[in-house]
C-alpha cells in the first residue's frame, strides 16, 4: 500500500517540492495563492506580539545585535577565519548558502562579517534595525555555484578555508574557499567545480556533517543508515609543499589531481533508520557518535571495528535531530530531538548493552529541536534552536540552583535556562557559536511559514553582565552607582 504525502512522519527541513520563493515574489502573488491567510492571522499576530516585546528590549539584553534579510533561505551558517582585525572590530567569513526555486542556481555564499568588539555598540544603534533590509555588516564576498541543495555546511578546523557541504545526494564536497573562482549566479549557468569530493554513502546524506578537531577527517552520515569516514589526509599534501604551488589559497590542504574523489576509510554499521547528525570526540579523530530517526544515540571507536561501541536504544521519545560533544569535557554529550527536549548524556554512564538515561533533560521548547552546540568559552554551557523560532542558551551547572523557598509558578524559567534569544519568528535552522569571539553567535531561520519565503541571519552577543560571575556584576554595577552620585548636582 502506497503511502500519502500526509501520513508520512514529519521530517527535518524545508520537505522536497515545498514552495522556495523570495520575500518579494511572495507579496506579489494574489491572495487566493497563498493560501488562507485568515486562518494564519491569529497565530501570526501572537507571533508578532511576542517579537515586538522582545525588540524593545533589545538595547538592554544585548551587546551588540545585527539582522540581515536573505532573500533566500539558508540553512546553514558558520564562521570562517578573521581576515581583518581593528581596534573596534573584527572582519571576518561568514559561509552561507542559498536555497533557492531553481530560477536561480543554489549557491555557497562566503561573506564578510564586521564583528563589533564587546562593548563598543552605542544602545540606540542597537535597536534601530530593519527587519526587512540587509545588515550592513554583512556583505557578500564571493559566490560559489554549488550542485545541487546546501543542506550543511561544515569549516575544517585546521585551515578555516577549506569547507565541506550536504547536498541532496550521497556524496559530500571539499571545496578550498579561496582558490575557488567567484561566479555570477544567473539562469543556466554552469556548477562550480568541488575540489575534492567524498564517496561512500549509497543513498543520499543530507544533514549529518562534521569535521574532525584532532586531524583532517570528514564524518558523514544519511539515509542508507551508514556513518562514514574519510580523511581528506588521503589526497593533500602539507603546507611546505604547496609553498611552490602557483593555484589554490595560502596554506592550502587540497591537492590538484586528475580524480578529485576519495573513498572512505570506513563504513559503521548500527541504525535502523537515516543517520541525522554526527559528532567527533574532542580529543580523538577515531571516536565519534550519531543519532538517527530510530531515536538512538552510537557511540563509536574506529579502533576497534565498524560496529557500535555503545547503542543507547531510547535516548528520545522521538527522532533524534542533533548531537554535540563537550569540546572541555569529553564524556558529556547532548541530543536535540523532535520530542522538543534536548537530553544530556555522561558516556561514563552507558554500557554496551544499551542501558543508561540522561544525566538531565532540558524541557522548554515547544516544537522539535534542531541544533545543539556547546559554548566553546564555558564548559557547562550551550545552546539549542528549535522550530519554534527560539534558541535557548542552557547552563546545566545550575540545574538543581535554588534562589529562595517560594513555589515557582509555570511562567518561571526552567532549571539550566538563563537565556532566550527570540529575534526569529520562523524555525531555528542553524546557529553557530564563534570561537573567536565566544559569546558572539549567528543564527538563521528558515522564514517559509511566517512570509512564504527567504530567511533572517542574525548576528548578536548577549550582555556580559549575564553571564559573569554574579559578585564581579555587582561590583561594576556598584562601581557604576557611585560615579553617578558623584557626578549628580549637589542640592
Request: charge should be negative.
Amino acid at each position: 500500500m502506497e503511502t500519502t504525502p500526509s501520513s508520512q512522519p514529519k521530517k527535518r527541513g524545508r520537505p522536497k517540492g515545498s514552495s522556495t520563493k523570495t520575500k518579494e515574489e511572495r507579496d506579489k502573488e494574489p491572495h487566493r495563492m497563498r493560501g488562507s491567510i485568515t486562518d494564519k492571522k491569529a497565530a501570526a499576530n501572537a507571533i508578532d506580539e511576542k517579537y515586538v516585546q522582545w525588540k524593545s528590549l533589545v538595547p538592554v539584553l544585548y551587546d551588540w545585535f545585527a539582522n540581515h534579510n536573505l532573500v533566500w533561505p539558508s540553512l546553514s551558517c558558520r564562521w570562517g577565519p578573521i581576515v581583518e582585525q581593528g581596534a573596534l572590530k573584527n572582519r571576518q567569513r561568514l559561509y552561507l548558502s542559498e536555497q533557492t526555486d531553481k530560477s536561480v542556481p543554489n549557491t555557497l555564499i562566503i561573506a564578510n562579517c564586521d564583528v563589533v568588539k564587546p562593548r563598543v555598540a552605542a544602545e540606540n544603534h542597537i535597536a534601530n534595525f530593519n527587519e526587512e533590509a540587509r545588515s550592513p555588516f554583512v556583505k557578500k564576498y564571493k559566490t560559489i555555484i554549488h550542485p545541487g541543495e546546501v543542506n550543511r555546511i561544515r569549516e575544517l578546523p585546521q585551515n578555516k578555508n577549506i569547507v565541506a557541504t550536504h547536498t541532496d545526494g550521497p556524496e559530500v564536497l571539499i571545496w578550498d574557499i579561496e582558490a575557488q573562482p567567484n561566479k555570477h549566479a544567473v539562469y543556466g549557468a554552469a556548477a562550480s567545480r568541488p575540489d575534492l569530493v567524498l564517496s561512500g554513502h549509497q543513498d543520499n546524506a543530507e544533514f549529518a556533517l562534521a569535521l574532525c578537531p584532532m586531524e583532517p577527517f570528514v564524518l558523514s552520515g544519511g539515509k542508507d543508515k551508514t556513518v562514514v569516514l574519510w580523511s581528506i589526509q588521503d589526497h593533500i599534501s602539507t603546507l611546505a609543499a604547496d609553498a611552490t604551488k602557483p593555484a589554490g589559497s595560502a596554506g592550502s590542504i587540497i591537492k590538484s589531481a586528475d580524480n578529485p574523489s576519495i573513498g572512505p576509510r570506513g563504513i559503521f554499521q548500527g541504525h535502523e533508520d537515516t543517520v541525522e547528525d554526527v559528532q567527533f570526540c574532542p580529543s580523538s579523530s577515531q571516536e565519534f557518535c550519531s543519532v538517527g530517526d530510530d531515536s538512538c544515540l552510537i557511540l563509536w571507536d574506529a579502533r576497534v571495528g565498524n560496529n557500535p561501541v555503545v547503542k543507547v536504544e531510547k535516548a528520545h521519545d522521538a527522532d533524534l535531530h542533533c548531537v554535540d560533544w563537550n569540546p572541555h569535557n569529553d564524556n558529556l554529550i547532548i541530543t536535540g530531538s523532535a520530542d522538543n527536549s534536548v537530553r544530556l548524556f555522561d558516556r561514563r554512564n552507558l554500557t554496551s548493552d544499551g542501558v543508561g538515561s540522561p544525566v538531565h533533560k532540558f524541557e522548554h521548547h515547544t516544537a522539535a529541536v534542531l541544533c545543539v552546540q556547546w559554548c566553546p568559552d564555558r564548559a557547562s554551557v550551550f545552546g539549542s534552536s528549535a522550530e519554534d523560532g527560539l534558541l535557548n542558551i542552557w547552563d546545566y551547572e545550575k540545574v538543581g540552583e535554588t534562589t529562595d523557598t517560594e513555589a515557582k509558578s509555570q511562567d518561571d524559567p526552567p532549571p539550566g535556562l538563563f537565556f532566550q534569544h527570540a529575534g526569529h519568528r520562523d524555525k531555528i535552522v542553524d546557529f553557530h557559536w564563534n570561537a573567536s569571539d565566544p559569546w558572539t553567535i549567528v543564527s538563521v531561520s528558515d522564514d517559509l511559514e511566517t512570509s512564504g519565503g527567504g530567511g533572517t541571519l542574525q548576528i548578536w552577543r548577549m550582555s556580559d553582565l549575564l553571564y559573569r560571575p554574579e559578585e564581579e556584576v555587582l561590583a561594576e554595577l556598584q562601581q557604576f552607582k557611585d560615579h553617578v552620585s558623584k557626578c549628580a548636582p549637589k542640592p
